[in-house]
């Protein structure tokens, strides 16, 4: 259960990190959006593994299928399969997280809840999952790019090293995805450091969403920020999720928090944007602007101790080779969640007028 | 749209601030639950204004009436309607926020999405919207209740004031509803100091969640941090949200952030509690702990500048008497959507595995 | 659970038949809607008791009030609660019904799922229920309506009695709501003759929209066809659903029941209408036509034997005064349901093409 | 859109005709249920074409893989990817479906809603999308045989000619799926003189459920009977349902349609069961009876007079071979969709009651 997301625009996944596959279904897709795999698999290559040293290096393709919903280069309207086959069953050995509870990570809560575990390379919680959900995304980022709305996310901090500047053209030139070229550098002399001593790191991820037409998101449950957060807490290892001031906004008074608004070019437009882009859970105009912690990656070769599925207490220190820090591969994960969320939101926002119902149906 | 809350367990609230009422519906309510106004009730007196000078001092009575649902003292499994009456229907004057798009609050947004607003007092976008959903945790609460399951949730800061120590019974003791005798009076004198100044401030609500069975939550979209953060970042005003370390896991290390495990009673269990109690999106056995932001409340009497609803730029000071910080009414919103969650997780669980379902069928 | 109908126009309905009331809370109605409380009474009146002599003469008043999402007479977005108090609280005596399994009825397979019932005049289960419905579906009419689509439900037949002719305005003068004068009158004396033998006659209520636009509906599981048989089976005692030729589709060649185009004023158009105004799952433009099968009332003075909740076999004879046929009331609970799945279709079809986004977020 | 079904066991298709392939995801399968692909592929063998002159005589092999969520033999809870690779992309002449609106397809309202379409084999209206369906299906039926349900669909009639007996050995026996020999020889011959006359039937499928536990269902909206109306009503070419007495029940009287109870081995059942086995949308453990009537084949070689895209009135004979009935290849989707509700009724009523969840988790 749970492996299904959004109202309208609604993207199910499936498939575990070792099986045969991974992939999504997208139903609701409107037709006549051109959509190729190139389209999809420039979003998966972002988040492929070996790009550097600070991600897995083993060779995955990750080459996705579109398997229905496209007719001649368009979207039909129909439910559009994306399929991701994987390359190497490796026989590797597996004998010990399928036996031991690995800190940090699902293997406990996977074997209470359900019983039995597909443990190989960490099954359906393995961070693979999420190149379903990036190549479903890839399908949003299309439809929201056809009316102007672009999602850019970056890395904002790796443990305590925070971006200072910004420099968009550097994010695609460092291997943690930085708008910021020196602390980039930082962080990477962080991160080797905690990889030759066994140990990882955390960070956070902003992402920035422009030309949102105000009014998306609905003033209850369902806000815009609301389902944000749902989205991005949905990804493994995200811990936080703040928008616009975010937890800062505890510590402002209301004279700093809020924005005015003025005149521009004849439109209201907000003076200042403290709310990251949403007014009572409908986008404002402004740039939606949120963050995301992760934690670091749970997999360390340190010594850990933990239990055994039967009952005994043990020692583990996770072998193979992994990210020191799951940050610069999520990157592409929150844009494209990102994605999701506001294509679904434009789509309901359609039908929320009766007088644009009546200009629909006249035509 | 987007009034309906939950898969199994569904909360749909209605009502606008000064119309004739509010109320919830819960469809997916358990039968042979005992349920009496009362049990509502207490927890709507507990944001209830006029408690204190830190909030809206009018009388609102918010008096709850069960009309379905229950019959002789449980509930029968179909839907129950909760409802309250608005008892005066004050003939203030709305002209000012009526033509004025207020900064930080919806006016703008709900103008420009539905083309018409019922501005009376915020309309459904009032913090009082919070009290249709108080009504529906509160059967929510009472649920968890009965397995033992306890949410409780307190002001953990406001502005810089956070607190120091923890004293459970001192919750109540405090208008502001902090368990630190010390921070809550230090707030207060911030509080009073602010509101003479036209000002306002924000602050955060920490909520614990005790006795919760492992395996709560879906692994993928449906986890159960995600679906927290969905319903907290849905309280009007709220920012952020954490679990566990939170925004704070960005800057730990591998071996600081992970939980290890231990026996205990021959059980196996957490060593710490960095996760917050959620690992893989499932509740792992050991409390759920998380934290929400609120912003400082929007109106202030301070003058701000906006522009109205034709486009001309203006000073407004809100008029009327609002509460300097929203936070002390949002604890037992903090509370009763954390339990309308947990609630419908419980439910969920109950059908994922093979065995117990053959057990409940085999009875 | 399942008192949730609809995708995007969502109808929750409350209440049992000898509660406080009931009610429904419409959401995703569109804002900008003019509606007032006569729309929506002037449905309820169709289904009042005591109309007739063939339908329960209490006296009913059904008086319905708009609680929220409608402001200076117009709908503004949020949700719309209805509600219908209950005037009378009889207090009569259920001893036996809350004790004995009437033949026909919910109160075994209720008691059996629930393990508790509310079993004053039905309960949940009541014809009373279908009240919240028409409210509901009155302001979905109401939508649809000022798309100029119509949609009329009358009874078609009575026992073996069907009408012959179709006589528009004679609907509504006669108590049975046939178009056909002479088959009402003689369908009230089969049903005189019923009603005094202590038994009670079915009948089948049919259904024809008019101006639907083509497309409305999915090609997949959510077929505008299944959804109205959804719809239509939800309704208590109806037992069949047919769309256009129906069962006697199975009996037809392809040759006779295909239906052929035309053109029209340069449309393209149906030339004949077995299909009953659905391909592919999707509306062609046709009229709507489809058909409901509803069982003989239960509730008969007659003797049946039956079983008591204890275990012991009984016999009983159901008292009060009950209609002897369901049909003329269930005459409005077609139309308004069939309403709203067409306002949540008409709702839903919107968001299907890319071209038709864009036009609606340049505008 | 609408290519998802069910509320806990949801399953999503996806697929057109002559495209990659089709397939299904089940989301919400419990874990712990043995499943191989050969429990799937046996269902899938039943709707193969090409086993009888009746059906189209192409080689289809059908052969479904399952990708994910099955481990070592057993479901793991996660998403359950169920694949069917089209072995041969024909490269047949699709000009004249291309272009030509044929009657009684989808190929018209597609066109006008979706503005695309994949003409191909009939692209996503095709019956071959009901393949999807019968894989997932099939995974239903395997849980709920765990629990001894049975679902056992057969041919009632076609054209006029009815089953007269009742031998269930017989299904099997005759291309058409008819319990009565005798009945299917007469109703070969009429299919032989159709075929050769370029004509086809329609007919009735009848399905009945064994060993129901009582409480399936709920009262209002998402009734037993109908949810599993528009699981039928959602079969391309289904035009009717009809449950228990069915339409008939409009002919008769309460006296003749109630089902009295008895008391039988100390329980309570029904003494006959003119409900076909569903009281208030609830099952009361009879047999659960319904039918569903389909249309004629539409694709026929007579000639027929129809309009194409461009708005030229055009005559088609629908080329190709074409099965002149769709009954027998629709019983298996007619068993397989009465599986899937029957399952994710059976979950969703494990969470109906308060002692059970009690006992749920107080194990």
Redesign the interface.
């Known amino acids: 259960?749970?492996?299904?997301?959004g109202?309208?625009f609604?993207v199910?996944?499936?498939?575990?990190s070792h099986?045969?596959?991974?992939?999504a279904?997208v139903?609701?897709c409107?037709?006549?959006?051109e959509l190729t795999e190139e389209d999809i698999q420039k979003y998966l290559d972002r988040r492929k593994p070996g790009q550097s040293v600070y991600s897995t290096p083993r060779s995955e393709s990750d080459a996705v299928?579109?398997?229905?919903?496209v007719?001649e280069g368009?979207?039909?309207?129909?439910?559009?399969?994306l399929?991701i086959r994987n390359k190497t069953q490796r026989s590797a050995d597996y004998s010990e997280i399928a036996e031991i509870?690995r800190?940090?990570?699902?293997d406990?809560?996977?074997d209470?809840?359900?019983?039995?575990?597909?443990y190989r390379g960490g099954?359906?919680?393995s961070g693979r999952?999420t190149a379903a959900r990036v190549a479903a995304g890839a399908v949003a980022a299309k439809?929201i790019g056809?009316?102007g709305i672009t999602v850019k996310a970056y890395t904002r901090?790796?443990?305590?090293i925070c971006i200072g500047g910004f420099d968009k053209d550097e994010i695609f030139h460092n291997p943690l995805y930085m708008p910021d070229k020196a602390a980039a550098e930082k962080a990477q002399a962080y991160l080797d450091e905690?990889r030759s001593s066994g140990?990882?790191?955390?960070?956070?991820v902003e992402c920035v969403i422009k030309n949102v037409?105000?009014?998306l998101?609905?003033?209850?449950?369902?806000?815009l920020?609301?389902?944000?957060?749902?989205?991005?807490?949905?990804i493994?290892a995200?811990?936080?999720?703040?928008?616009?001031?975010?937890?800062?906004?505890?510590?402002?008074?209301?004279?700093?928090?809020?924005?005015?608004?003025?005149?521009k070019d004849?439109d209201?437009v907000k003076?200042s944007n403290?709310?990251?882009g949403v007014?009572?859970?409908?986008?404002?105009g402004s740039d939606i602007v949120f963050?995301v912690?992760?934690?670091?990656?749970?997999?360390?070769s340190?010594v850990?101790?933990?239990?055994d599925r039967h009952?005994n207490?043990r020692d583990i220190s996770v072998k193979g080779r992994h990210d020191p820090i799951i940050v610069p591969r999520a990157v592409v994960v929150v844009e494209t969640m990102a994605a999701i969320v506001i294509a679904d939101k434009?789509?309901?926002?359609?039908?929320?007028?009766?007088?644009?119902?009546?200009q629909?149906?006249?035509r």
Chains 1, 2, 3, 4 share one sequence.
């Open positions: 259960m749970g492996s299904i997301f109202r309208i609604r199910t996944t499936w498939g575990e099986g045969k596959g991974i992939g279904v139903d609701g409107p037709a006549g959006l299928e579109i398997l229905s919903g007719f368009q979207t039909t309207g129909t439910p559009i399969a399929e509870y800190p940090g990570h699902a406990f809560t996977f209470r809840k359900y019983g039995i575990r597909d099954g359906r919680s999952e439809i056809r009316l901090s790796i443990g305590d905690l140990n990882s790191a955390g960070g956070v037409p105000v009014g998101g609905d003033p209850v449950f369902d806000k920020d609301a389902d944000l957060a749902k989205a991005m807490l949905s493994g995200a811990k936080g999720f703040e928008i616009g001031e975010g937890m800062n906004a505890a510590r402002l008074t209301g004279l700093d928090n809020n924005d005015g608004f003025v005149l004849g209201t003076s403290h709310s990251g007014l009572g859970g409908m986008s404002d963050r912690a992760f934690k670091p990656t749970p997999s360390i340190s850990q101790h933990t239990v009952g207490e434009l789509l309901e926002n359609m039908t929320v007028r009766m007088d644009r119902i009546e629909f149906y006249r």
